[in-house]
């Protein structure tokens, strides 16, 4: 059994891109933190339309239902926590490095810019929109995360094995550095 591995990192970074790909190279299940949020939204009655989800306004409502009522969050966390501690499996999220003690843990950094540039392609949306919808995804989710666990994006990173910047990097010299880190941590 591999230990579990997670991805964590800013909006529209490349965690999908680069969970799956190290899902695909250690033959590991993929499973997506931001998938298994919306399964816990659909389930409390939202109606969840397109990956593309967090970023139409009923995505930002259920943003703004998660900052009054944690009950989202904690559900998720202990859903993907169980997960992680299975094994052999990839997950992307914000939260969960912070939540559990081992397996791999690497962040992806980039800036808002380098984010938006990603979102833009990856979305089709002008880069003033994608900028602006990763500023203020960023900006919730670390000030949600910080209120309910504590977590400081910024400032906590002693947790983590690797941190990759990604500025600069296509997605394959991201994933090739990742790879790299498993293979000397497994």
Same mark, same amino acid.
Do not use: C
């Given at each position: 059994?591999? $230990?579990?591995?997670? &991805?964590?990192?800013?909006?529209?970074?490349?965690?999908?891109? &680069?969970?799956?790909g @190290?899902?695909?190279?250690?033959?590991?299940?993929?499973v997506?933190?931001?998938?298994?949020?919306?399964?816990?939204?659909?389930?409390?009655?939202?109606? &969840?339309?397109?990956?593309?989800?967090?970023?139409? #306004?009923?995505?930002?409502?259920? @943003?703004?239902?998660?900052?009054?009522?944690?009950?989202?969050?904690?559900?998720?966390?202990?859903?993907?926590?169980?997960?992680?501690?299975?094994?052999?499996?990839v997950?992307?999220?914000?939260?969960?490095?912070?939540?559990?003690?081992?397996?791999?843990?690497?962040?992806? @950094?980039?800036?808002?810019?380098?984010?938006?540039?990603?979102?833009?392609?990856?979305?089709?949306?002008? #880069?003033?929109?994608?900028?602006?919808?990763?500023?203020?995804?960023?900006?919730?989710? #670390?000030?949600?995360? $910080?209120?309910?666990?504590? &977590?400081?994006? $910024?400032?906590?990173a002693?947790?983590?094995?690797?941190?990759?910047?990604?500025?600069?990097?296509?997605?394959?010299?991201?994933?090739?550095?990742?790879?790299?880190?498993?293979?000397?941590?497994?």
């Amino acid at each position: 059994m591999i $230990k579990s591995i997670i &991805i964590s990192g800013p909006p529209a970074i490349g965690k999908t891109t &680069i969970a799956m790909g @190290l899902a695909k190279e250690f033959n590991l299940q993929y499973v997506s933190g931001g998938d298994t949020l919306k399964e816990i939204a659909h389930e409390y009655g939202f109606q &969840i339309d397109g990956k593309d989800w967090w970023d139409t #306004k009923s995505g930002m409502y259920f @943003l703004n239902k998660r900052r009054q009522n944690f009950v989202y969050d904690r559900i998720v966390d202990k859903k993907l926590k169980e997960i992680f501690d299975r094994g052999n499996v990839v997950i992307t999220s914000y939260t969960l490095p912070w939540l559990v003690d081992d397996g791999i843990k690497i962040w992806l @950094l980039g800036s808002h810019q380098n984010s938006a540039d990603r979102m833009k392609v990856r979305d089709n949306v002008t #880069k003033e929109e994608a900028l602006k919808i990763v500023k203020h995804r960023y900006e919730e989710n #670390k000030s949600l995360y $910080k209120e309910l666990y504590g &977590i400081d994006f $910024k400032e906590d990173a002693t947790i983590f094995d690797e941190i990759i910047n990604t500025s600069n990097l296509n997605a394959n010299e991201v994933l090739q550095i990742a790879k790299s880190v498993v293979h000397k941590l497994i």
